[in-house]
């Protein structure tokens, strides 16, 4: 199917990044191009920006998508930044003058009111009352986020559950390599280096699961205000931020991905794509019923679930993983079928694509833009 048949879909972000980007060559019916403010976390290679375009602000959103004539609009969700509300404003104002449908995802899943405080939070959910309902549709990737829009009187009718923008897993890249697993018991961090991320509860864990385990070590990927702190400790391993296309290796050499996040006031996991990548790659996970990871994670299935802050039975459990060939086998394969049956890329977008699709029947005729 060429270009001039298919409907062009623009994806609205402030800020790309590899992983929720390179999945897009998945869409074969839907030409879509990524609309997209800055790039700093510096993982996008030259073949990566195919099919994307630069804009500066919200006002050269605007004129962006003058040229570019799109059939249907991901605008951006209102509640992930000042960016993204401000460019929800262009994609609203381009719909109310060109009748041009759009929808957005949700994954905020704190209250209004608990992230932007009491008078900012009222506003907020005003306007998201009003974009919600001139939305087509409304993507919703996790419980609190369909929370959020049943507070603002938006009908179920209206909400889709479904994975986007954060598709899942590539197999070619996230997969299982035994041949590179570390012979010495090695626990991995990937993420924020940061309190709410659980660094202080992996850290007095590994003090503690060591006294049984002497030889266990701790690698931590990612970057944050605790790096200098955690790079003290003789058992860790700081390795420092990975493209996102070099990471794969790291899941596959560790024996545990550790992800104990703890929720705040104004933040929650929202999907937690560490440990879907961790299991993709048969690395087992222990992680908390925080926020919308138990959405994402079954426990006991393809990890262990614990709760948040709780030190000693992190190290109980990660000292039960690491002494339990057996266990942490069968944790691994199940995972791996896990990941494949939810979490693949080109599945989601399929899925996604006929999503789209039916969106336009009543509005792309298939001419030549």
């Known amino acids: 199917m060429s270009d001039i048949k298919k409907p062009t879909m623009i994806i609205v972000s402030d800020d790309i990044r590899r992983d929720s980007h390179a999945a897009l060559v998945y869409f074969l019916k839907v030409k879509v191009i990524h609309l997209y403010r800055l790039a700093r976390y510096g993982d996008m290679t030259k073949e990566d920006f195919k099919n994307t375009v630069q804009y500066k602000n919200s006002f050269d959103l605007y004129n962006k998508l003058i040229e570019l004539k799109p059939d249907i609009i991901q605008g951006p969700e209102p509640y992930a930044s000042r960016a993204a509300f401000f460019n929800s404003l262009a994609v609203l104002k381009y719909y109310q003058k060109y009748k ?11 209250t209004a009111e608990n992230k932007f405080g009491k008078i900012l939070g009222k506003f907020m959910k005003w306007y998201l009352s009003k974009y919600a309902k001139a939305a087509k549709t409304i993507i919703v990737l996790n419980k609190g986020a369909q929370m959020n829009l049943r507070q603002v009187h938006i009908k179920s009718e209206k909400i889709k559950p479904m994975i ?48 049984n385990i002497p030889n266990l070590k701790l690698k931590v990927v990612g970057f944050g205000s605790l790096v200098e702190k955690i790079s ?52 087992p996970i222990i992680s908390t019923y925080s926020g919308a ?59 996604g694509e006929e999503f789209v699709l039916e969106l336009l029947k009543d509005n792309y005729v298939g001419k030549n833009r």
């Open 100 to 110: 041009i449908p759009f929808f957005f995802p949700m994954f905020e899943n704190v």
């Open 164 to 211: 986007w923008g954060t598709w899942g897993i590539d197999e070619k890249e996230f997969y299982p390599n035994k041949k590179i697993k570390l012979k010495n018991p090695t626990l991995l961090f990937v993420g924020r280096v940061e309190a709410q991320k659980g660094i202080y509860t992996i850290i007095r864990a590994l003090r503690l699961a060591r006294q």
């Open 232 to 283: 003290n400790e003789p058992s860790v391993e700081y390795v420092g931020l990975v493209k996102n296309k070099n990471i794969p290796k790291y899941y596959q050499q560790a024996w545990i991905t550790v992800s104990p996040s703890i929720a705040t006031k104004i933040w929650a996991e929202q999907v937690g794509m560490v440990n879907i990548q961790s299991i993709a790659c048969g690395t």
């Open 293 to 351: 990871i138990p959405q994402y994670i079954p426990d006991k299935k393809v990890g262990i679930l614990i709760k948040e802050g709780d030190y000693k039975i992190l190290a109980k459990n990660i000292e039960k993983l690491i002494l339990n060939d057996k266990l942490r086998e069968k944790l691994s394969n199940q995972g791996v079928e896990y990941a494949k049956k939810h979490y693949l890329v080109c599945d989601n977008i399929k899925k």
